[in-house]
């Protein structure tokens, strides 16, 4: 079991470094955000990451991917956390293709991933419901009718949603909201009469959505999976997607780790560097433990379910527990320690703390994942 | 000054029935009407005419020279009565004034003091600078006098409220041959006036609380140099003393649902905050009635008791404190805790209530979500501005427990 990353990966990890750096820095979310950009990302620079083979990572050759694993996927997130870089790979690449990948029948798959991998498609899993998350507290029904089904109910905090060319919608064909059985998948076109969706402002500037359905009217051939099993295609991805986010994380946290270091470094107060204060000191510390941490056991999740190890689910939970805390420790810390500045709109810090509390609340926040850590060791 | 319970019970009953004759009838608790703009300032001009904007000072000094029991007294019964308190800014009242009080001249006092508690000038803080911020001492914002003025130049930053400001005072430089904290001056301005120039500073959350403000040949009369000329470092920090005091009576204290006292805020009454309590109520489960979480209940109920022992702590140090003694390094304790307290609170608030609390604008989300999560940002302020935790903890350090350098 390596926990460092191989020659190829981390030949990866520099490209990924280098483009984001160029293409994608800090400053373009500023971009973004500023001018109220209707996308939320540039479709453009997303054909460009697509052509570099990055939104084909986890999918097979056959539909233009480059057949590795959520590892390689990783490396790229965590570039991304590290230059807040806006790009759908949580909600297209990880979870709606992750769910056509494992339970699209072939048509399916034929239809939808290979403009995944080409960047021209964008998928969008809707899920939630509540504020906190919370798996199986759906109610969205799922109503049998003539040659399929109508879909009716709300989501919330939909990824990308707004931009999404097709939705994976959760809901019930039987049960009530937080059973885990009756629930079922289905992939509907965002387009589709009844389908209302709106993008909500959320104070990281990335991209979500509502989305209001009311009577959606969808084939038979609309399912992914089996009919009432939702449920298990569903906790698969959120390990995969939860894995994925702890490595955006693990960017987030080392990166503003490193511009604090390189403030204590330079901001004078009292006649001397602020790094020379003890006080500041034994923090930059304990803050380069937690993120040496965070580094290892996000990798390892990573790994876990790209070997299908048992008890992934538990280390998922492990990495984004403490992935989130973390971030949160870091981004606190590192505006704290840059004083009135950090509180500015222009410096960079205060980006990253609102990008940070959108992931670590995001598929359950770090007390969901001690709880569910505790519950899958058996106590 | 103490007060005896029946002259306490005749100023009670004099004062309910100012306030049946003297509080517009919008204004009154439970009233249907909203008050209009001219009913909110009858209520201010009324209210603070007779002093209560600064219920404690000198009468001759425009304040309501009340006693401590008697402050508490109109407190209750302006609960009782009206559907707020008007308030004036605090820069004037629970910073400014109070050193006016302790280190002005007779003329300063008489001529800032009652304009204070009337609410007429809007004051600014004047203490930061790009290159001093908890090395305050290090200003290098200079004054020369040039006959009955001094001229002012430098740069102020992070001074909260400069463009809605008046006046501000502040920290000058007038002697630069002497060690750091024995050259500094405390002097009086408008800022209204050619030279200031003024550029208001976004904060993460959104809104431009702060500004950077420079000076260039701006003119101080020589009468507003408060206390002796060099002397004025004694001034600014027992400013920062009341300064803390104010800042540690946030909402964390006690947690008792009212909002925080803004500086500079105005008359007008603000949304209050919610109660953590009262919100970790909203998401409680359908099961057994509790949060899903443990882990999350337990964050609760520790900041509801440390915020209730908080509360209790100020309450024993105002009992304790000695009528006419100010505050002291103490205060640099409840300042570290409120701040912690109230940043503690904000993060809970954003836990507990997950996808709700991400929203930035909109109308997807409630506007008391927004409030309370553009407030969640704003309170990663409060442990940086009036001395950051690290400045209270090292005064603390030295001048509570005598730790050497
Ligand atoms: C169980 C045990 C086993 C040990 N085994 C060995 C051994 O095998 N061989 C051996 O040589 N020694 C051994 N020691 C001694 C150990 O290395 C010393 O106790 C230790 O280095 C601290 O020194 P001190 O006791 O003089 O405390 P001091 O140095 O006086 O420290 C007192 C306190 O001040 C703090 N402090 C000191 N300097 C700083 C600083 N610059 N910044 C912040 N805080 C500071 C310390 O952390 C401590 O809390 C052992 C100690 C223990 C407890
Ligand atoms: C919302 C807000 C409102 C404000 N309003 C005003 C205002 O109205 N008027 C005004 O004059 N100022 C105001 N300030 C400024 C505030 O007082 C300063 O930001 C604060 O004193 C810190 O100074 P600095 O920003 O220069 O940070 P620095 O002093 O550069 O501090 C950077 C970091 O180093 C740490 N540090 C510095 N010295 C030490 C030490 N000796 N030991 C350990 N750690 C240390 C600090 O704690 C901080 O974490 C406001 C600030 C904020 C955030």
Redesign the pocket.
Known sequence: MSLVLTEEQELLKETAAEFLREHAPVTHLRELRDCEDAVGFSKKLWKEMAALGWAGIPFEEAFGGADLGLAELGVVLEECGRTLAPYPFLSTVVMGGGVVAAAGSDAQKQAILPGVCAGDTILALAFQETGRFSPYAISTKAEAASGGFKLSGEKVFVFDGHVADHLIVAARTSGVAGDRDGLTLFLVDAGTEGCDVTRTNTIDSRNTARVQLSGVAVGSDAVLGEIGAGADLLDRTFDRATAALSAELVGISTEVFERTVTYLKT?E??GVL?GT?Q??KHRAAEMFCQVELSQAVALDALRALDEDRPGTSRLVSAAKARCSDTASLVTCEGL??????G?TDEEEIGLFLKRAKVAELSLGDAAYHRDRFARLTGF | MTTTDSSLEAFRQELTEWLQANCPASVLKGAEAQPTEAERNAWLEAFAGRGYTTPTWPKEYGGGGLSKEETKVLHQEVARTASYMPIVSFFGTAMLGPVLLEFANEEQKQEHLPKITRGEINW?????E?G?????ASLQTRAVREGDQYLINGS???????DQADWIFCLVRTDTEVPKHDGISFILFDMHQPGVTISPIP?ISGAS??CQVFFEDVKAEARNLVGTLNGGWTIAKRLLQHERQMLSAGPAAGDEGASRPK?GASAKPKAPKSMLAETARRYLTDQGEQLAEPALRDRIVQYELDSLCLGLSLKRSGQQARAGQGPGAATSMFKLYASELNKRRSEILMSVRGADGLGWSGDAFAPIDLFETRGWL?SK?NS????????Q??VIAKRVLGLPD
């Open positions: 901001r107060q009292f602020i204060f006080a500041l704290q320690m840059h004083g009135g500045i509180m | 600014c803080q004047g203490y930061s790009p001093s911020g908890s090395d305050l102020k930053i992070w001074t909260t409220g400069a904060l609380d702060f500086k704003r302020g940086i501005e009036g001395g950051t935790s690290e400045v903890l090292n």
